[in-house]
């Protein structure tokens, strides 16, 4: 019996030992271990996480870029053209082309003072006529579609006959003002 109270003993000491020496592993070496392992993944996540803010912010970043380039594509079609004694008489060509389609009889056209502004120039054109009251509606319905940046700034219509008005109109061109020298261009 003293040799198997021996062994057990011996047993209980080894299993402690045995218990001891995993505890100590635990504590010391795989527990650390297995708590960075939770802390690396924490940031991969964390970084994962980050990263795809990113991609969302930068998409959104090139849509609004995307947007800007349309919305700046859009403001230089409909810029104002520079002014010019080219461009003036090419105005008036128009304006003069038009008077002849809506069936006014022009006796006088004549462009005014250009009057610059800080980014624009305002050119004044006085146009003396006569037509029919049915022409002169569909010449303004005309200026307006084909001429946007010409703006009546006022007329008087005065009755030559039953069928026949006379008119003078009162035109202003907007067109932009030349940067290059900082003044108007003409």
Do not use: K
């Amino acid at each position: 019996m003293n040799r198997l109270s021996n062994m057990n003993i011996e047993g209980v000491i080894g299993t402690t030992l045995i218990g001891l020496m995993v505890s100590a592993a635990w504590f010391l070496g795989l527990s650390p271990l297995l708590q960075a392992h939770a802390e690396e993944r924490a940031q991969a996540e964390r970084i994962v996480s980050l990263r795809q803010a990113y991609d969302l912010a930068e998409r959104r970043s090139a849509e609004e870029q995307e947007r800007a380039n349309r919305l700046q594509a859009e403001v230089e079609a409909f810029a104002l053209q520079p002014m010019s004694d080219a461009s003036i008489n090419g105005f008036l060509e128009r304006l003069i082309e038009m008077a002849d389609d809506a069936g006014i009889l022009i006796e006088r056209i004549s462009p005014g003072d250009p009057q610059p502004a800080e980014s624009w120039t305002d050119v004044p054109v006085d146009l003396v006529g006569t037509c029919g009251a049915e022409r002169f509606r569909v010449f303004l319905a005309e200026l307006r579609q084909r001429i946007p940046e010409a703006a009546v700034r006022s007329f008087t219509i005065d009755r030559q006959s039953d069928n026949t008005l006379g008119l003078r109109l009162g035109l202003v061109w907007r067109t932009s003002t030349t940067l290059s020298d900082g003044s108007a261009s003409g």
